[in-house]
């Protein structure tokens, strides 16, 4: 069943309406035939690059969760220090990802990927040398924002390379590269640790981060971005970016900080978070409503017309919240209540990444070759649903069971977010797909 939206668009969006049709209709959309053929060296080496810069930021984001403990004894910090070493890092990637992804459409793909491949370097070299949690905030945080960066820019990439039809394979290989990072981070994290020291993990980076930025300018060659710095700066959404990351950021910090360092009652909780809240409320209202002419939004208001993709924004805000929960909570939960070593913590953790490797290849694969992808976003909530389920009867006693139980999490990962990436592109044009 097909329906079409009658919402009133500004004039400069009315060439972009789309309209909320069925999630499972066929992705070879005639909108999309002019797309590139996914063919050729060149097409394979560019790829590459973006599988080498997702392993590279998922090795980070997956090794630094073992070592939190460690981190906190030895730069003598509390619990609450060190735990913000890791939410830095989201909090950043999160607010940034959309400027970085709405900056390529007037600087260009590759000139914002590099930028982001050099803050995402230079946080790491800061983080390593680091003696205080001052100083390694301050990495984390540079670290986030080019992580941002790099994970918004691959996503956007993947849709000037390769046609929609194509899309669901080489997103799954795309998200095949995390699960290898994700995989190998924790255990990775967890020798560092026990070896060596946990500034390597920071170390490692390094040489990834110079394959990438020797194989970007060779191989990424995409449409080159026109005009002077002035016309191209004039082209920016000022005003809708910092509402965006000053809202944004207003939000996160107290739901990061509410119970743990403040209550949730308690004004310095409620005051940012009310605040954020009507910041983009704002926000939306000058992005659907208020565009200037000539100047590309940050996120366009034809974005939030169909409800297959505010569906996918909130399945994605869910999935987050659960995956990073996991990701980071778990490795205290091991070596805490279940007193494992780092290893022995990164080791436990792979029931949550040993299995997503395959599930976002094959559910890639057979994406593209059924042309529908309702079938596994259904079966990948399913399984998040039982997972997390399972996962309230844990506790100091749990015996095996662990292993088993969280299998039914870590499969919903590749079956649910990723291919929600291709519904939400199947609702819009391709000038909004950044």
Same mark, same amino acid.
């Given at each position: ?7 009133k668009?500004?004039? *400069? ?9 069925s999630? !499972?209709?066929?992705?070879? !959309? ?5 797309? /590139?053929?996914? @063919? ?6 560019a ?16 090794? =630094? ?5 460690t ?21 950043? @990637? ?14 260009? #793909?590759?000139?914002m ?13 800061? %983080?390593?040398?680091?003696? !205080?949690? %001052? ?24 849709? !000037?390379?390769?046609?929609?039809? *194509? #899309?669901?394979?080489y ?38 981060? %110079? ?25 920016i ?7 965006f ?18 209550p ?7 005051? /940012? ?11 939306? +209202? ?5 565009p ?10 034809s ?12 399945s994605?805000?869910i ?15 091991? *070596? ?35 042309? #529908?992808?309702?079938? %596994?976003?259904?079966?990948?909530w ?8 399972? +996962? ?17 999490? @870590? ?12 519904? *939400? ?5 391709e =000038?909004?797909?950044?």
């Open positions: 069943m097909s329906v079409t939206t009658d919402l668009y500004p004039r *400069e969006f009315e060439s972009v309406r789309i309209s909320a049709r999630i !499972d209709t066929l992705l070879d !959309d005639e909108k999309h035939a002019a797309a /590139p053929a996914a @063919s050729g060296w060149r097409f394979h080496a790829f590459s690059c973006l599988c080498v810069v997702n392993l590279v930021s998922a090795l980070d984001a997956s090794s =630094l969760s073992v070592a939190l403990p981190i906190a004894e030895e730069l003598h910090g509390s619990g609450v220090e060190a735990f913000w070493s890791g939410t830095s890092f989201l909090l950043a @990637s999160t607010v940034f990802q959309p400027s970085f992804a709405s900056f390529s459409e007037v600087f260009g #793909r590759k000139p990927l590099l930028i982001a491949l050099t803050l995402f370097t230079a946080g790491a070299i800061i %983080a390593a040398v680091s003696q !205080d949690f %001052a100083v390694l905030l301050v990495g984390r945080t540079i670290q986030g924002i080019g992580g941002g960066g790099i994970q918004a820019l691959s996503n956007v990439i993947i849709t !000037d390379l390769a046609p929609l039809r *194509e #899309r669901g394979k997103v799954g290989i795309i998200a095949m590269t995390w699960a290898v990072g994700s995989v190998a981070g924790p255990v990775i994290g967890g020798v560092l640790v026990e070896k060596s020291s946990w500034r390597w993990i920071f170390w490692l980076n390094i040489p990834f981060c %110079a394959v990438a930025f020797v194989m970007i300018p060779i191989f990424l060659n995409l449409a080159h971005k026109g005009g002077d710095l002035g016309s191209k700066l004039k082209k959404d000022w005003v809708g970016s910092f509402l990351v000053a809202s944004t950021t207003s939000v996160l910090i107290p739901v990061t900080w509410g119970g743990t360092m403040y949730w009652t308690h004004w310095r909780t409620l005051t /940012p978070l009310l605040t954020g809240l009507l910041g983009l409320v704002l926000f939306l +209202l000058w992005s659907t409503y208020l200037v002419r000539g100047v590309s939004p940050i996120l366009p208001g974005l939030f017309a169909s409800r297959t993709s505010l569906a996918t924004y909130l994605f805000v999935h987050g919240m659960v995956q990073w929960g996991i990701l980071f909570y778990m490795p205290l939960y091991f *070596e805490g209540a279940k007193s494992l070593s780092p290893i022995g913590a990164g080791v436990a953790l792979f029931p949550w990444t040993f299995t997503v490797a395959p599930a976002a290849v094959v559910v890639g694969f057979l994406i593209a070759k059924l042309a #529908r992808y309702r079938w %596994a976003l259904w079966s990948g399913m399984f998040v649903a039982t997972g997390m389920g399972l +996962l309230i009867t844990f506790d100091a006693d749990t015996p095996t069971q662990v292993v088993v139980f969280t299998k039914a999490y @870590s499969l919903e990962r590749e079956l649910e977010t990723k291919q929600g990436f291709v519904a *939400e592109e199947k609702e819009m044009d =000038l909004s797909a950044a």
